[in-house]
């Protein structure tokens, strides 16, 4: 077996690159460090031969750890459950790998206007929506639906958007650049995330996700009189918000079913409210599960 094929034995991808989980790597580090140091108190204790072999004992441990934790992602074995079980839920979402939740959509650190960046005026999602006659109280339900005018032009618009070239063109033309500038990675979970030279600029839980945005964020403005002046923070949240009241799916054309889920990350388990197409699976929504749902 080659050196290469040897270490492709050993890789851990689903804890490694991309997966890896930095609570995991930084315990077993800080495991491989005191490791390390007991190798070499007790070789010197032990067997002797100077501080010089006792210092390359440890130099071989640290190696050798470092190895490990590099190709499988941790030193002792069962570390990715025990850091979930063990590690505050807090300290795993602080390195959390997993794509965008709550509502996706651009970046917080998205340019703003001047404009955008004074304003003070509402930004309740649910008080936008009613004010502007986009949302309006359901006639059999004790609930809010799409007022019929929008769900209409919202559609139709979501229906033009038919290609990818039409997704690229569509966002460049809302963030006012050059449309060659921006290109698309699709993730292997359906994520799907924009850049702008490079650089990105938003994720959405998957490509049906983003077609819902463009769409809406084309016809919003005209219901919502301060469109242009909502922030970047409160423009995603009025989007996201929006694809909750979606019926079939913009990609699959399918059913879309709304429930509790378990999510499992690089890092952590956690409970998710999500919205998906039933057909094609593509994730429209997810957000964290909290009691207050259930009431």
Not at 168 to 196: N, W
């Amino acid at each position: 077996m080659t050196e290469q094929g040897l270490l492709a034995g050993l890789r851990r991808p689903e804890y490694t690159g991309e997966n890896r989980c930095v609570p995991c790597t930084l315990a077993n580090t800080a495991i491989a460090v005191v490791l390390a140091g007991v190798v070499g108190y007790a070789w010197l204790a032990l067997v002797g031969g100077g501080l010089a072999v006792a210092g390359a004992a440890t130099v071989a441990v640290l190696v050798l750890s470092g190895l490990a934790i590099w190709l499988r992602g941790y030193l002792v074995p069962g570390t990715p459950e025990l850091t979930k079980r063990y590690f505050p839920d807090w300290l795993l979402a602080r390195f959390d790998k997993a794509p965008r939740t709550a509502t996706g959509g651009l970046d917080d650190e998205t340019a703003e206007t001047a404009e955008q960046a004074t304003y003070d005026g509402p930004t309740d999602s649910e008080t936008l929506l009613l004010d502007g006659g986009v949302v309006e109280p359901c006639a059999e339900v004790d609930d809010l639906c799409l007022a019929d005018g929008f769900r209409e032009a919202w559609h139709a618009r979501m229906t033009a958007l038919g290609d990818t070239e039409a997704e690229r063109e569509e966002l460049a033309e809302q963030l006012d650049v050059d449309a060659a500038s921006v290109t698309f990675e699709e993730h292997a979970e359906g994520a799907f995330t924009a850049f702008v030279d490079g650089s990105r600029v938003g994720q959405w839980e998957s490509r049906a996700a983003l077609v819902a945005d463009l769409a809406a964020g084309r016809e919003l403005p005209a219901w919502l009189a301060e469109w242009e002046r909502f922030p970047t923070q409160v423009r995603s949240q009025l989007l996201g918000g929006l694809r909750i009241f979606l019926e079939t799916c913009p990609d699959c054309e399918g059913p879309v079913v709304a429930g509790q889920e378990t999510v499992e990350s690089c890092c952590r388990s956690y409970e998710v409210v999500a919205a998906s197409c039933d057909a094609c699976g593509s994730r429209l929504l997810e957000v964290p599960y909290d009691e207050g749902m259930a009431a």
